[in-house]
């Protein structure tokens, strides 16, 4: 069973940048697409950014521009680097692996993001 370790939120104001990580156990890592989804309080969790096992790249419209997705195989991590952050962007973030826009595996802990106006 893949576990999936998320870090690197915090508070942020408004415009700030923070950059997520998430760790990943298990062999088949750079064989998955990955997918970071955010979940802001009292809402459904939604995919905000998708990177394939070759690196492109996907993100809904609302973070277009402003996040980009990065892997790094050998360390079976993948990043999430946050911009011009707004308070909307507030949620707790999480890493899975994905197929088509599915998560594959039991969610791990994920990290908050609280982003102040």
């Known amino acids: 069973q893949v576990q999936l370790v998320e870090s690197g939120g915090g508070l942020v104001q408004s415009g700030g940048s923070l950059r997520l990580s998430c760790a990943a156990s298990?062999?088949?890592?750079?064989?998955?697409?990955m997918g970071w989804y955010r979940q802001a309080p009292g809402k459904q969790r939604d995919l905000v950014a998708k990177?394939?096992?070759?690196?492109?790249?996907n993100y809904a419209d609302a973070v277009k521009g402003r996040f980009t997705s990065s892997r790094d195989n050998a360390k079976k991590t993948v990043y999430l680097q946050m911009g011009s952050l707004k308070p909307e962007d507030t949620g707790v973030y999480y890493c899975?692996?994905?197929?088509?826009?599915?998560?594959?595996?039991?969610w791990g802990q994920g990290t908050q993001v609280t982003v102040s106006s």
């Open positions: 899975n692996a994905v197929v088509g826009l599915t998560p594959i595996f039991d």
């Open positions: 298990g062999s088949t890592f750079s064989s998955n697409a």
């Open positions: 990177i394939t096992k070759n690196g492109g790249t």
